[in-house]
């Protein structure tokens, strides 16, 4: 477990705490947790699209990272057996609120305090027993979610109408997305397009190695096509995802994060705009911090999904982008 962030933001935390009691400024301290990723990039000016969203928007509404805002950054490294261990950790340190990203992650905070406000950010906070209302969400969590699920049942028909002939399509997620109640109707789905869903699943620590076993696994069993799982560890891995998928020439079709995958040599993408769900919970984030009481603000759900395409990597993959498929697309990335 990565704890720089951690002993910087103590470090900062001094600092600034010197010198904010002389002006008697507020300073305000939360921790910012994910399951995998590095925290160097976790910054407003990092490699993130999603955290410079974030910090950019709470310098907007006032809250500037060495001034009136002390950071500590957590991450688990893609090794699921540190979460509770790390979940304790940053509990204990007492934060006035704590971001965390992936709901499977926020049930370990949610065991470990009912007071500290959290803010999550990830799937379907209901469907992980986050919460029981996304209106109405009580005690000490609110957050965002990127999907509820309805989005998730478009991934497989665009994807089929891409590669018309896919029969097998992976499925590149953890044992714990496997395992969730997402599944269930998904295959369902599948079999109502006489398509087979495959794996294996991707297990910790999330690296290279464990990328690459999973790959030749699917390969092996003949996948036509690939879906990636929204996970936060598939994202922060998916320069590697992509060019793996290139190497072993599966169409694949990403989750949210638009560009961030097309951009990079990714075939297909379909969610909502990513760094707006950052924003969101930055804006979470400040009406916590002014006061409101997390159960009291709903979660937010992105409204509007959009598709992007890469007709360079469709070419290299000789597949023809079919019209269907351009029509509904709202970027085209040549």
């Known amino acids: 477990m990565n704890r720089r962030g951690f002993i910087a933001g103590l470090l900062a935390a001094s600092a600034i705490g010197h010198a904010q009691a002389q002006q008697k400024a507020k300073v305000y301290r939360i921790a910012v947790v994910a399951p995998s990723g590095s925290i160097g990039n ?31 950054r957590y991450s688990a490294e893609g090794r699921t057996e540190h979460w509770t261990e790390m979940a304790g950790e940053v509990v204990r340190s007492n934060p006035d609120l704590i971001f965390v990203l992936q709901y499977r992650l926020v049930r370990d905070f949610k065991a470990a305090t009912n007071t500290i406000p959290i803010v999550g950010y990830g799937g379907d906070p209901v469907a992980f027993g986050i919460v029981s209302s996304l209106a109405r969400p009580g005690g000490n969590i609110t957050g965002v979610t990127g999907d509820t699920g309805t989005r998730q049942f478009k991934l497989l028909p665009l994807l089929r109408e891409m590669v018309p002939t896919a029969s097998w399509v992976a499925y590149l997620a953890s044992p714990a997305v496997w395992d969730s109640p997402y599944i269930p109707p998904f295959r369902e789905q599948a079999q109502s397009l006489k398509i087979s869903l495959l794996g294996p699943p991707v297990t910790p620590p999330f690296d290279e190695a464990e990328y690459r076993r999973v790959f030749t696994a699917m390969a092996t069993a003949g996948a036509d096509a690939m879906i990636v799982s929204d996970q936060v560890e598939n994202f922060a891995n998916r320069r590697l995802i992509v060019e793996l998928a290139a190497e072993y020439r599966l169409p ?72 269907s498929i351009l029509a509904l697309a709202d970027e085209v990335i040549e």
């Open 252 to 323: 694949a079709i990403y989750g949210n994060g638009g560009r961030d995958w097309t951009d990079i040599g990714g075939l297909l993408s379909y969610g909502s705009d990513f760094p707006e769900h950052y924003r969101h919970a930055a804006d979470q984030v400040d009406q916590i911090l002014k006061g409101a009481k997390p159960g009291d603000i709903p979660f937010y759900q992105p409204m509007k999904f959009e598709l992007t395409v890469n007709a360079n990597t469709a070419k290299a993959l000789g597949l023809t982008i079919p019209q």
């Open 42 to 72: 976790w910054t407003e000016t990092g490699t993130s699209r999603g955290f410079r969203a974030f910090f950019g928007r709470l310098r907007e509404l006032g809250y500037i990272e060495g001034r009136n805002l002390v950071v500590e």
